[in-house]
C-alpha cells in the first residue's frame, strides 16, 4: 500500500433524501455537515474543494414502478427519483477528475451513488471494492424485507438484485462481485438477510469480531493486495458505524458500535491505503442530535480519510520502526 501524497480535487455533493428510512431528518444532514465545517477541513489539508450543492430529484410516480416494487417498498417513487438524479449528478462529478463526497441522506442514496462509481470504474479499467461502514447489512430485497424501508436494501441493487432494478431506471451499471463487498461493523442483521449474505458469500465483520481482533488486523486484512493503480475503494459510512455515545444523530441506532478513536484509525489506515476514491457519509439526522455532536465527528472523520492525523507521521518500514523505537524509549 502507498500514501496518497499531495491535494485533490474534491468534489461534494448533498443528497437530501429522507424518505428511504422510516424516521424523518434525514433531509438536514448535508446541511448539517456544510455547518460542522466538512469542506473547510478538507480546504485546511491542502485539498481543493468544489461543493456542487444539492441534488435535485426527477419526478418518479409510484405508478412508473413496478406494482410487485411499489407494495413492498416504502416511499418507492420518491426514492427512485433521488437516487437517479443522484446517479447522474455522480457520475459527472467521477468524470471530471474529482473525488466525489456524497453527503446523505439515509443510505439508499447508495444506489445512486456507487452505481454511478461502478459505472465509473467499468469505463476507466479498475475494480471496485466497496467498504460498507454499517451497524446494518443493508442486503435486504423487497421481498426480504420486514420494513419496506429502501435504505435497507442498497447494498442487494449493487450486488445485482433485479427486482430494485427499476429503483434506478434505465441507468444500467455492472454489478459488485460479492467478493468485493466488505461489511465491516455489523451488529443487526434480519435472520433472512443473515441467510442471503452467506448465500451470496459477502464478507462480513461484526462487532464480535472488532472486539476479538481489532480494527486495525480486521481491515489490515481487506485492504491486503489490493493495487491502489488499479483498485476504486468506495467507502460507504453510515452513522450508525459509531456508538450512539458518540454519535447520538442516528435514526437506527444500535449500541456496542465503534468507539471515537477505533473510527479514526479506519480513516487513518484507509487514507494511508491510497485505495479511497469515493465516499458516501450517510444517516446523519440533526432532529436527533445533541447540539451537532454527530455532525462534528462525521466531519472530522472525513477530514481524517482524507489525511488530518495528530502528527505528521513518515511513511515507510524504516519510518515506522523508527517511530517504534522512539516509542519505547520515551516509555522505558
Known sequence: MKEIAGPRD????????????????????????????LAARLTALGHRVYDHGDVTPLVVADRDLPEALVARCRNAGTVAGYVR???????????????????????????????????HCAATGRELVLLWLDAHADFNTPVTTPSGNIHGMPVSLLCGEESLQPVLGGHRFP??????????????????????IAR???????????????????????LAGLDPERTHLHVSLDVDFLDPEVAPGAGTPV?????????????EMLHDSGLVGSLDIVELNPF????GRSAVVLAELAASLFGRSVLDRPTGQRSVARAAATFAETTS
Not at 19 to 34: C, I, S, Y
Not at 176 to 192: C, K, P, T, W, Y
Not at 255 to 267: D, F, K, N, Q, S
Open 85 to 119: 438524479a443522484a446517479h447522474e449528478r455522480a457520475l459527472a462529478i467521477l468524470e471530471a477528475g474529482q473525488v466525489p463526497v456524497f453527503m446523505g441522506g439515509d443510505h439508499s442514496i447508495s444506489m445512486g451513488t456507487v452505481s454511478a462509481v461502478a459505472r
Open 175 to 196: 454489478p459488485l462481485d460479492a467478493r468485493n463487498v466488505h461489511l465491516f461493523g455489523l451488529r443487526s442483521i434480519d435472520q433472512e438477510e443473515r441467510q442471503a
Open 255 to 267: 449500541p456496542g458500535g465503534a468507539t471515537y478513536r477505533e473510527a479514526h484509525l479506519v480513516m
Open 200 to 222: 451470496h458469500g459477502l464478507d462480513g465483520v461484526d462487532m464480535r469480531l472488532i472486539d476479538e481482533f481489532g480494527v486495525s488486523v480486521l481491515l489490515r486484512r481487506i
Open 288 to 291: 436527533l442530535d445533541e447540539r
Open 10 to 37: 474534491i468534489g461534494l455533493l448533498g443528497i437530501p433524501l429522507e424518505a428511504g428510512g422510516a424516521v424523518a431528518g434525514t433531509l438536514m444532514g448535508p446541511a448539517a455537515l456544510r455547518t460542522a465545517g
